[in-house]
Nanobody, 124 residues
């Protein structure tokens, strides 16, 4: 199983950026998916999640209204559209997959597979 994240970069505050993750080696539609992030010196935290068929999403409060998670089960991809970026959004962003039939877990221990991370840097 492999999750390959891409799309990170350096932007200015207020800009937008889209990070994506493509999965292989698993039955993609069986997995809930999420994005986590880890800023320097901080613990990894949940950002957004999406259910197996995309009908349910979940966001942490500090990104609600700015970030949108989506998935394409035909292409085995999950994306995170990030708008109105702030310097405090600077982090390595990780995609993760959870074999979960019913919920979107926010605990990273629930996730079975992880991508390698992509760095997002937002300057003021």
């Amino acid at each position: 199983v492999q999750l390959q994240a891409s799309g990170g970069g350096s932007v200015q505050a207020g800009d937008s950026l889209r990070v994506s993750c493509v999965a292989s080696g698993l039955t993609f539609s069986n997995y809930a998916l999420a994005w986590f992030r880890q800023a320097p010196g901080k613990e990894r935290e949940f950002v957004a999640g999406i259910s197996r068929k995309g009908g349910m999403t979940s966001y942490t409060d500090f990104v609600k209204g700015r970030f949108t998670i989506s998935r394409d089960n035909a292409k085995n991809t999950v994306a995170l559209q990030m708008n109105s970026l702030k310097p405090e959004d600077t982090a390595v962003y990780y995609c993760a997959a959870d074999l979960n039939l019913f919920t979107i877990a926010q605990d990273m221990a629930e996730y079975d597979y992880w991508g390698q991370g992509t760095l997002v840097t937002v300057s003021s």
